[in-house]
């Protein structure tokens, strides 16, 4: 374990700020770790967990803080740079865990003061848990978690860089680089599309009028149980996100559109060899996930996290 900063602050301290500082902790990657929350009542709980300096004020969170992590919802950000900006010190480093990336930096980097460092990022990691209890220190064990950089030209902004993803690599992530418009076409695939399609199945199952909402309930079989999961994420975090990557989101659902087009014209017109090549790729797609370690193949009817 090594100690990569002497005091970190994180700004908004949800599922994955405490998990930060509780990984942070655990793994001894920080010497201190500062909180602020604009929920009273989450700095109330905060204190009762015991898993970082607790601050009633933003700028007081992040004026000793090496490396300032914002850990709010994607449309807070501007709000929570500009809380904290004029406290920053000199070669500060301040990163993000925003899912969308092009409108993260856009809202951000303009606020960062030209003596400290903006390096954007994002971990691919959840549950579908929200508030300070719900932070675990293995979150991001293995998985991983994507810089996006910025075209600084100063000489220690690659230093700074080098230093964020030092820290993630020490509390279990897996470290990526990315052009910050191919990550959020990719998150748009594996991420935002998946739950968008969730939160309408589950919407959809609730108002049919065919079959009452205590049936569907009932005899949910595993395929629902597992949408009902992802569904059951946070409502403005993902709020934020379809509004801040409407543009990647959209050319996706347009291209998933089509393809479920075809799918329903398979199915009327029994095209079988169709539907069980379509079948059949997604098995194998199954597959390359657990060799490529993001799953497990036991079974699991009603995971914890």
Do not use: C
């Amino acid at each position: 374990m090594t100690q990569v900063f002497d005091r970190i602050a994180i700004i908004g301290v949800g599922l994955i700020g405490a998990s930060i500082a509780r990984a942070a902790r655990e793994f001894a990657a920080a010497g201190a770790v500062s909180l602020y929350d604009a929920s009273d009542a989450a700095r109330t709980r905060l204190r009762e967990l015991a898993i970082g300096d607790v601050f009633d004020d933003p700028q007081a969170a992040v004026a000793d803080a090496d490396l300032v992590v914002l850990a709010v919802p994607v449309g807070a950000m501007n709000g929570a740079i500009a809380a904290v900006a004029p406290a920053l010190k000199p070669g500060a480093i301040v990163t993000d865990v925003g899912s969308v990336k092009a409108a993260v930096i856009d809202a951000v980097r303009a606020s960062v003061p030209p003596h400290a460092f903006f390096v954007p990022g994002h971990p691919l990691a959840g549950t579908e848990h929200s508030g300070p209890d719900a932070g675990f220190a293995t979150l991001f064990k293995g998985r991983w978690h994507v810089l996006t950089p910025l075209d600084d030209p100063r000489p220690d902004y690659a230093e700074a860089v080098a230093k964020v993803g030092a820290f993630w690599l020490e509390i279990g992530a897996n470290v990526e680089q990315m052009d910050a418009a191919r990550h959020d076409v990719v998150l748009a695939v594996v991420s935002h599309l998946p739950h968008l399609i969730a939160f309408n199945i589950v919407a959809m199952a609730e108002d049919l009028e065919s079959v009452t909402e205590s049936e569907v309930v009932k005899y949910s079989a595993s395929g629902f149980r597992d949408f009902t999961r992802i569904a059951a994420s946070d409502p403005t975090m993902w709020r934020d996100v379809f509004l801040n990557n409407r543009e990647a989101v959209l050319e996706v659902l347009g291209r998933f559109s089509e393809d479920l087009a075809a799918l329903q014209r398979a199915i009327r017109w029994g095209e079988g060899d169709t539907l069980y090549d379509l079948f059949d790729r997604a098995r194998r797609m199954r597959r390359e996930v657990i060799e490529a370690g993001q799953d497990t193949a036991a079974p699991n009817w009603g995971r914890e996290n």
